[in-house]
Nanobody, 125 residues
Framework: QVHLVESGGGLAQAGGSLRLSCAAS????????MSWARQAPGKGLEWVSG????????YYADSVKGRFTISRDNAKNTVYLQMNTLKPEDTALYYC??????????????????WGQGTQVTVSS
């Protein structure tokens, strides 16, 4: 059974940093592109960032560009999200998701094949 397990969430102050991790099991991790998405209280699910299966390309939502960095280690079946200069509006439940394919042309949330259970990030002002 496929598992994506996020960790690293918690409470941070505005301007601070957190690093999220997502460990995958039971999938050929290096064949999947990976995304991070988030859902803030009372809002819909928002795609945040994506990375190609080989890590060669990364993409970001405008809301996090320049502050967040996605990376992956295929030897460890793990994808990361380094979040710097956090803002209160970054408060959300953060999910990682796996999308089959090496180089997707789009990052539609509904097209992702597997999802983790989420990790909470809370940023205080």
């Amino acid at each position: 059974q496929v598992h994506l397990v996020e960790s690293g969430g918690g409470l941070a102050q505005a301007g601070g940093s957190l690093r999220l991790s997502c460990a995958a099991s039971a999938i050929p991790f290096s064949s999947y592109s990976m995304s991070w998405a988030r859902q803030a209280p009372g809002k819909g699910l928002e795609w945040v960032s994506g990375i190609y299966s080989d890590g060669s390309q990364t993409y970001y939502a405008d809301s996090v560009k320049g502050r967040f960095t996605i990376s992956r280690d295929n030897a460890k079946n793990t994808v990361y999200l380094q979040m710097n200069t956090l803002k209160p509006e970054d408060t959300a439940l953060y999910y990682c998701a796996a999308l089959w394919g090496a180089a997707p042309t789009a990052w539609e949330l509904k097209e992702h094949d597997y999802w983790g259970q989420g990790t909470q990030v809370t940023v205080s002002s």
